[in-house]
């Protein structure tokens, strides 16, 4: 069993930054691909960016390439999303999750979830 408690979301302007981060328990974690999901209001939630359990390979959605990147600390049990020049159609509930242990970062079945956390920016 995993649990993932999200924090760190919040309002900003466009074009500005912000960190959202996720606490892992268990002691699987280090094992783990660990991923970010979004889920913009009124529609399907999508992939963000993934990270491979070792931290040493990374993966992201088009939409977010070269403005937001993932990383992990596997000794604190933690994984982050910082977000940079924010744009409005960023604006969602953002999501922690982890996979299998030692699996693919383009493998998006997740199975583990966290409960979310806002992000809004405002134009």
């Known amino acids: 069993q995993v649990q993932l408690v999200e924090s760190g979301g919040g309002l900003v302007q466009a074009g500005g930054s912000l960190s959202v981060s996720c606490a892992a328990s268990?002691?699987?974690?280090?094992?783990?691909?660990m991923g970010w999901f979004r889920r913009p209001p009124g529609k399907e939630r999508e992939f963000v960016a993934a990270?491979?359990?070792?931290?040493?390979?990374?993966y992201y959605a088009d939409s977010v390439k070269g403005r937001f990147t993932i990383s992990r600390d596997n000794a604190k049990n933690m994984v982050y999303l910082q977000m940079h020049s924010l744009k409005p159609e960023d604006t969602a509930v953002y999501y922690c999750?982890?996979?299998?242990?030692?699996?693919?970062?383009?493998?998006?079945?997740?199975?583990?979830w966290g409960q979310g956390t806002q992000v809004t920016v405002s134009s």
């Open positions: 990270i491979r359990w070792n931290g040493d390979s990374t």
């Open positions: 268990g002691r699987t974690f280090s094992t783990r691909t």
């Open positions: 999750a982890a996979r299998a242990p030692y699996s693919s970062i383009y493998d998006l079945r997740y199975d583990y």
